[in-house]
C-alpha cells in the first residue's frame, strides 16, 4: 500500500485523528502538546494520534495529502481542520467543539 492509502485509510477509519510529534502522553514539540491539551480540553480523550517521527515517509506524506507544510495535524471523520493555531482559533470560537460532536 502506498503512503497516500495509507494516511487515507488512517483518517476515514477513526474519527479523530492527529498526526503529531510524538505520543499524546508524551508529545515531542510544544505544538503537538497544544493540540493534544485543546483536544483534551474538548472531551476527546483518546484520540487516534500517528507519530510522524517514527517515519519519515508519513511523515512527508501527510504534508502531500493535506497540501499542509506543518505538523500537527488534525483531521475529523476525515476531514483535515489544520494544525495548532487553527485548532486555537476554532477551539476559542466553539466551532471545534461543535465539530468534534457533530
Not at 493540540?35 to 487516534?48: E, F, K, N, R
Not at 519519515?56 to 494544525?83: A, C, H, M, V
Request: glycine share 10%; aromatic share 8%.
Amino acid at each position: 500500500m502506498d503512503i497516500q492509502a495509507q494516511i487515507k485509510e488512517i483518517v476515514t477509519s477513526h474519527p479523530v485523528v492527529l498526526f503529531m510529534k510524538g505520543s499524546a502522553k508524551f508529545p515531542q514539540c510544544g505544538f503537538s502538546g497544544r493540540a493534544i491539551q485543546i483536544l483534551q480540553a474538548c472531551g476527546v480523550t483518546d484520540p487516534y494520534t500517528v507519530n510522524v517521527l517514527e517515519d519519515e515517509g508519513i511523515r512527508q506524506g501527510i504534508k502531500d495529502f493535506s497540501n499542509w507544510p506543518t505538523i500537527p495535524q488534525l483531521y475529523i471523520k476525515g476531514e483535515f481542520i489544520g494544525g495548532s493555531d487553527i485548532m486555537t482559533e476554532m477551539y476559542q470560537s466553539g466551532e471545534l467543539q461543535q465539530a468534534l460532536k457533530a
